[in-house]
């Protein structure tokens, strides 16, 4: 079985060609076939044949050679999930991503899709917590069961034991009662108030309690997920299908409000920060807390320890999702508070529990961008701490952008990465004399322009600022911009959007590691340019990408150009000729 997992846009084949073909043999052109007539519809495949052959990576599709013509293939398709009483191991990441999309497809009308992420983590969290058991059975055969759950609640990222009632609570012990099913879920919140705190919340907002309604729906979802045993699989991977879910309803979610940072932009801020062993970083605006999981997952591939993560976000039932985000990528160190950061920095308390500062090593954020209207003055001046981080004045109210950033800058100790939107760099009046003091006291280290069309909700491209309270000496009085406009692929599920591969990735992480000039790429700007240009940070001012040149065949050029002479000369002439005669009739 292939390894690297099925990206959507092939999951889909899959399902259209099962639907035509089930399990007789087709050749590639029959294949061809019905995949165009889906073009109508919404879905776009050219290349079939790199379909079919990602299909067959993943064990999803069998190949071989005709017996009629040997040069042709004939290609039939696998099963999509294990058959009962089949031997196999585990699922392939692209065969557990297409479970998670047959998920989605039964709630589709009918259920918030974050029920399916509910699922998915209490599944994941049971089969994990059933493995801790097993495990401790080896340890101490001669214990009573009763035992082993204790001192598995002790072991196991959270309990899904309940000792005061003498009652387990995972998925397996109460899948055969609906009522009894969804009340567990409920009881494992109320006993892990510490990592779990919002989710009788979450459970409500979302409609969960009301799937007693929807029988048909949740008796197909525990279906589907009990087909998987979840302690198969590292934390890293389930808490990749956590986010799939996330991202896969982000474009829908978009529409309504909620925003999404894509794990690409994640990732390449985890490059840009690399955080050290015993850190604390926060995320004032976290979201689903995708942000803070990239750096842990960098930090943890680079042999870092100790990390510690702390988010704060104003939306409950998203601050819930995020609870469950850090469960599943299995960090024990993560705490998330629920408020809103401008107003009321509730992280600042659990940061003094690490750190006696109350501030962060770390900063990672892309907060709400161009808030109207909400972070007047007035309204700012609420914040308890406001005379120490508004320093450099009060934005507009038309935009909170800059007050994030001075948000930012304060509970910063070492460096700080935060998307925005491209207009913070160059827009006049408060923001400007704001921007003017960030440069002039050499806060900022680099900017990074973005690509279009990289963000869900946006089509405007992003920029990612990056502060250092410690920059190295070379680096003093400077910014490295980074014209990354050009730095992308298009988006691998949906067509209107692009996202960064692993290649544009490693090119801008390790031009600002560098802090390379390369031409029409980046340039390393003294401040005082910087002033001249009346602190406008536009990256484009600075740096501007390379246009493809069109090629030039001099010597076709050559021709065209004698035959329009030609052609130039002849109508010269014909004029002239009528001219002539009219002049004749007048002489």
């Known amino acids: 079985m292939g390894n690297k997992g099925l990206q959507p846009q092939f999951v889909k084949a899959y399902e259209i060609l099962k639907e035509a073909f089930g399990e007789r043999d087709f050749t590639l052109k029959e294949a061809e076939e019905v995949l165009k007539t889906q073009k109508g519809k919404g879905y776009a495949f050219a290349n079939v044949r790199e379909i079919l052959a990602n299909l067959q990576k993943e064990g999803l599709v069998s190949a071989r050679p005709s017996e009629e013509d040997k040069r042709k293939k004939l290609y039939k398709l696998n099963e999509l999930f294990p058959i009962e009483g089949e031997e196999k191991d585990k699922l392939s990441k692209g065969e557990l991503i297409a479970l998670l999309k047959r998920g989605a497809d039964i709630i589709r009308t009918s259920v918030d899709y974050k029920v399916l992420a509910i699922l998915l983590f209490y599944k994941a969290v049971s089969d994990k917590f059933n493995q801790t058991v097993e495990e401790l059975k080896k340890i101490h055969p001669n214990w009573d069961t009763e035992r082993l759950y204790i001192?598995?609640?002790i072991k196991f990222p959270i309990k899904l034991y309940n000792p005061s009632e003498k009652k387990l609570l995972t998925w397996h012990a109460t899948q055969n009662d609906n009522v009894e099913f969804i009340n567990a879920l409920k009881k494992?919140?109320?006993?892990?108030?510490?990592?779990?705190?919002?989710?009788?919340?979450?459970?409500?907002?979302?409609?969960?309690y009301k799937l007693l309604e929807h029988r048909e729906i949740l008796e197909k979802l525990k279906e589907l997920f009990a087909r998987v045993d979840f302690s198969k699989y590292s934390y890293d991977l389930l808490g990749d299908a956590y986010e799939w879910i996330l991202n896969y309803f982000a474009p829908q979610q978009a529409k309504e409000g909620e925003v999404f940072t894509p794990i690409e932009v994640g990732k390449l801020i985890s490059h840009l920060i690399d955080a050290e062993s015993n850190s604390v970083i926060l995320d004032p605006a976290c979201g689903s807390a995708g942000l803070l999981i990239e750096q842990h997952k960098r930090a943890t591939q680079e042999g870092r320890k100790n990390i510690s993560l702390i988010g704060q976000e104003r939306n409950e039932t998203i601050a819930g999702l995020a609870e469950m985000n850090l469960i599943l990528h299995g960090i024990v160190n993560g705490y998330i508070t629920v408020g809103d950061s401008l107003l009321n920095p509730l992280f600042e308390e659990k940061i003094k529990e690490l750190k006696p500062s109350g501030k962060a090593d770390y900063v990672v954020a892309n907060p709400p961008w161009n808030q109207k209207g909400v972070y007047t003055e007035e309204a700012l001046k609420k914040n308890p701490k406001c005379d120490e981080i508004f320093t450099f004045g009060y934005p507009p109210a038309q935009s909170a952008d800059w007050a994030w950033m001075q948000l930012i800058n304060y509970y910063t100790e070492k460096k700080a990465a935060v998307v925005f939107d491209n207009g913070i760099l160059f827009r006049g009046g408060r923001e400007k004399a704001i921007r003017e003091k960030f440069v002039k006291n050499d806060l900022i280290e680099a900017i990074i322009l973005l690509p279009e069309k990289i963000f869900y909700n946006v089509a405007a491209p992003g920029?990612?600022?990056?502060?250092?309270?410690n920059k190295p000496s070379e680096r003093k009085e400077k910014i490295l911009f980074i014209n990354a406009s050009n730095e992308y692929v298009p988006h691998p599920e949906v067509r209107r959007l692009n996202t960064l591969s692993e290649e544009n990735i490693k090119k801008i992480a390790e031009t600002y590691r560098g802090f390379k000039e390369?031409?029409?790429?980046?340039?390393?700007?003294?401040?005082?340019?910087?002033?001249?240009?009346?602190?406008?940070?536009n990256v484009s001012l600075y740096v501007s990408p390379l246009e493809d040149e069109e090629e030039i065949n001099l010597k076709e050029e050559y021709e065209n150009l004698k035959k329009l002479k030609e052609e130039y000369e002849e109508l010269y002439n014909r004029v002239e000729g009528y001219i002539r005669e009219v002049l004749e009739l007048f002489d």
């Open 151 to 153: 001192l598995a609640n």
């Open 188 to 208: 494992v919140g109320e006993i892990n108030k510490n990592k779990l705190s919002r989710l009788d919340y979450l459970l409500t907002t979302t409609g969960f």
């Open 463 to 469: 920029v990612i600022i990056v502060l250092n309270k």
């Open 518 to 537: 390369i031409e029409c790429f980046s340039r390393a700007v003294d401040i005082r340019e910087i002033a001249e240009n009346d602190y406008n940070l």
